[in-house]
């Protein structure tokens, strides 16, 4: 157990047992967006009120789940880095704040977009629009401060500790639609009880979950992947890696 | 408009034409917008630590080759 605990922890292992399983991942997570999208898109029944601008909830709902989700992975990262001093915690920590950062502005972006043909707004300070504000500044917060320090140990305790106080606007962010009335909607699917929601139009919603999800852990491994090589570029393995690639090109050009 | 397949239905094509499904009903703008902004920010997502790799591993192989032929000018002089 403890042994496994510790290979976990090696950014060496990560590298290889993640490049194992890499390439099913992407088919994965393409065949489920394709899918997703297609069925979302173009066989949906079409909403009675709003018409198809409906089909914009295929990207919005989605990204909003994985940029909520997201900041658990990097909160979670950034405390077991504390707690354990776990390089590799660190490593993900440092990966999952710029995808964190990319899908809420998407989350904000598709719902500025949708706004506007159905509240005739892109914009308003609703409660939920604007906690999900303060999730975008606190993931761009945990980015510019690991570029701010030159020292990784005293960079990665700075974001840990950041991002663990960001960790109030969860809850605020999934309580805001229950505490304010305010323009946005209440949750579409809930834990308890039925969604509010037609199946023929709930169903393409769960593929496009799943495909995010996917798509999640992929940008996710990818670029912990490169934080890797990046810190470990000094060590025998990375140099090995780049090695190989030149030991080929240099037989080749031997040969001609 | 339903497809049946064997106990599964499916929901058919849900416009009349291949020209309507790209007008979405008057709503193009909001809906291909989104989905666009959406393909853009996904692509940069996966394309970026892809590069990124490619020039960290690009460098390494520089500095090796330069350390090689640094070893091997050294061994020629003496």
Same mark, same amino acid.
């Given at each position: 157990?403890?042994?496994?605990?510790?290979?976990?922890?090696?950014?060496?292992?990560? @590298?290889?047992?993640?490049?194992?399983?890499?390439?099913?991942?992407?088919?994965?997570?393409?065949?489920?967006?394709?899918?997703?999208?297609?069925?979302?898109?173009?066989?949906?029944?079409?909403?009675?009120?709003?018409?198809?601008?409906?089909?914009?909830?295929?990207?919005?709902?989605?990204?909003?789940?994985?940029?909520?989700?997201? @900041? @658990?992975?990097?909160?979670?990262?950034?405390?077991?880095? !504390?707690?354990?001093?776990?390089?590799?915690?660190?490593?993900?920590?440092?990966?999952?704040?710029?995808?964190?950062?990319?899908?809420?502005?998407?989350?904000?972006?598709?719902?500025?977009?949708?706004?506007?043909?159905?509240?005739?707004?892109?914009?308003?300070?609703?409660?939920?629009?604007?906690?999900?504000?303060?999730?975008?500044? !606190? @993931?761009?917060?945990?980015?510019?401060?690991?570029?701010?320090?030159?020292?990784?140990?005293?960079?990665?305790?700075?974001?840990?500790?950041?991002?663990?106080?960001?960790?109030?606007?969860?809850?605020i962010i999934y309580k805001s639609v229950d505490w304010w009335f305010t323009l946005h909607q209440p949750a579409t699917i809930k834990l308890s009880g039925a969604p509010s929601m037609h199946p023929d139009m709930f169903k393409p919603l769960l593929v496009m979950i799943l495909a995010y999800y996917c798509f999640y852990a992929l940008v996710l491994i990818l670029n912990t992947r490169t934080e890797i090589l990046q810190r470990e570029r000094r060590t025998g393995w990375v140099n090995d890696l780049a090695v190989n690639k030149l030991a080929v090109t240099e037989l080749v050009s031997k040969e001609q | 408009m339903n497809i049946q397949f064997g106990n599964f239905q499916f929901d058919s094509f849900q416009f009349e034409s291949l020209a309507e499904f790209f007008a979405m009903g008057g709503h193009a703008t909001y809906v291909w917008g989104a989905y666009g902004v959406a393909l853009v920010v996904m692509v940069w997502l996966v394309v970026r630590p892809l590069l990124r790799r490619a020039s960290i591993l690009n460098e390494l192989r520089q500095n090796l080759k330069k350390r090689q032929h640094s070893l091997y000018e050294e061994s020629r002089e003496q």
């Open positions: 157990m403890w042994r496994w605990f510790h290979r976990l922890g090696s950014p060496r292992w990560f @590298y290889q047992t993640s490049g194992r399983w890499l390439p099913w991942l992407a088919v994965l997570t393409l065949a489920l967006l394709v899918i997703g999208t297609l069925w979302g898109l173009a066989f949906a029944p079409e909403d009675a009120r709003q018409g198809n601008s409906f089909r914009i909830i295929y990207i919005h709902v989605p990204v909003s789940f994985l940029a909520l989700a997201g @900041y @658990y992975v990097m909160a979670v990262a950034g405390a077991v880095n !504390l707690i354990w001093r776990i390089k590799l915690a660190d490593m993900v920590m440092t990966a999952a704040a710029p995808l964190g950062a990319a899908l809420t502005f998407l989350a904000l972006f598709t719902g500025a977009i949708w706004g506007k043909p159905t509240w005739g707004t892109y914009w308003v300070w609703d409660a939920r629009i604007t906690s999900m504000l303060v999730l975008l500044f !606190l @993931y761009l917060g945990v980015v510019v401060l690991r570029n701010s320090f030159s020292g990784r140990d005293t960079a990665g305790k700075a974001c840990a500790i950041l991002a663990l106080v960001g960790t109030v606007n969860i809850p | -």
